[in-house]
């Protein structure tokens, strides 16, 4: 991710008014990596940025900031922290089934307010499936047989249910998915396997509601899907300062990350669309996240996870994240969160120090979160470029799909202990 920023640490931001996010290296003279999750390694801000093919960019020199005015703070809807954990209290909001809705949390709990504002609520239905949504829906894992495309599918969709995340749907076994098996072997005390076998398999659809949910649904376009704010996202910090917003480059990016999903998967179920209001498509159902309040996160270098604990110390939640690189190396130790927000700017300091302040948007360098830690500079937050979770390096800090880290911010506790390992 990026080295990142310095906020006032008083205040909690939930709404879309932004605070001002500054570059991350906390010492003018040592070069940092950027917060360049762009598309492409030669995207985006001028900065270093590898992926697992080991491209890398040109490295820039990051500075954070404390003269930020606590007037740009206070004006970001703040929840004070004393506030923030007395209610978000465990309840029962998880709502396995969605029966025709997903990503709506009942329940009246902090939590689940606060899900179901930062979350997009998505209506479908089953009707009209293409043969092969339905071969997915009602596809099942057997022992010593390859897992195809329509297996790997539902196995990414009950990992994801049971709320150890795969990253973008892309119906593939891959890296992230098997590690969000083993995360969800480790939260039920499993053995930790390489492959699927047939206790985790008992266990992932033990429960009968979550397994009724269909994995792929039917969707209608609307004028809102279809009219999102789009732009051209250029290279440069400073012409990136000058957008209105970070916005989406296109639909097709805006509806990847609405339903969680690969676009070139979205393409390939629907190859005939052309992604226009009113149009029925066949999409992911993303279910619920999960709403147990999070006291306790690790970051997980070795294995590129971000693990959530509730109060108890159980493993409620994990995520595909990417930790540090071998030049810029994320903190050791334990922190403390102390400040959330959404949405938020992002400052670029240039070799020469000139600062451009980057607008908030999706395709922001660190997405459309921003979790600061105790350790000035370094945070939990989104990514402009979700499918290359876990195949990429970042300059420290921690860094989500998106959808993850509004989930995670909808559930972290203030003072939430961060642990680096």
Not at 326 to 346: F, L, R
């Amino acid at each position: 991710m990026s080295q990142l920023l310095k906020v006032s640490s008083l205040v909690i931001a939930m709404g879309t008014t932004s605070a001002l996010l500054i570059g991350c290296s906390s010492n003018a003279n040592n070069s940092a990596q950027t917060a360049n999750d762009s598309k492409s390694p030669n995207s985006g801000m001028t900065g270093t940025t590898t992926d697992n093919n080991n491209h890398a960019g040109t490295e820039a020199k990051m500075s954070t900031s404390s003269n930020q005015s606590t007037s740009n703070q206070t004006n970001s809807n703040s929840i004070d922290a004393d506030t923030m954990d007395s209610t978000m209290t465990d309840s029962n909001d998880i709502s396995p089934v969605t029966n025709g809705v997903s990503q709506q949390i009942e329940g009246n709990s902090k939590a689940a307010n606060s899900l179901n504002e930062l979350l997009t609520k998505i209506e479908y239905s089953t009707e009209n499936l293409s043969e092969t949504a339905k071969k997915v829906n009602e596809a099942t894992w057997k022992a010593d047989t390859k897992i195809d495309r329509n297996v790997a599918t539902k196995l990414q969709a009950l990992l994801n249910w049971n709320h150890s995340g795969v990253g973008a749907v892309d119906g593939y076994w891959g890296k992230n998915t098997r590690k969000a098996m083993q995360a969800f072997q480790k939260a039920q005390g499993l053995p930790v396997t390489e492959a699927v076998n047939e206790e985790t398999w008992q266990a992932l659809t033990k429960n009968s509601t979550l397994t009724s949910q269909p994995v792929l649904v039917s969707y209608q376009l609307t004028d809102a899907d279809v009219n999102v704010k789009t732009t051209q996202i250029p290279a440069s910090a400073e012409a990136k300062a000058k957008l209105d917003g970070m916005y989406y480059e296109s639909v097709l990016e805006a509806l990847g990350e609405k339903f969680h999903i690969s676009r070139d998967y979205l393409k390939s179920l629907n190859p005939n669309a052309s992604f226009k209001s009113g149009e029925t498509i066949i999409v992911y159902n993303p279910g619920n996240p999960n709403t147990t309040p999070v006291s306790r996160v690790v970051a997980d270098k070795d294995t590129q996870t971000l693990y959530a604990y509730d109060d108890s110390d159980n493993l409620v939640a994990s995520y595909p994240t990417t930790v540090g690189s071998t030049a810029t190396p994320s903190p050791t130790g334990t922190h403390k969160v102390k400040v959330k927000i959404h949405e938020p700017n992002y400052t670029y300091t240039s070799d020469n120090g000139k600062k451009s302040i980057i607008p908030p948007g999706p395709n922001n360098p660190v997405g459309v979160v921003w979790i600061g830690l105790s350790k000035p500079s370094y945070g939990i937050h989104g990514s402009p470029d979700p499918e290359r979770i876990s195949r990429q390096a970042s300059a420290g800090c921690v860094r989500l799909t998106n959808w993850d880290a509004l989930s995670l911010l909808g559930v972290i506790k203030n003072d939430a202990t961060v642990e680096f390992k």
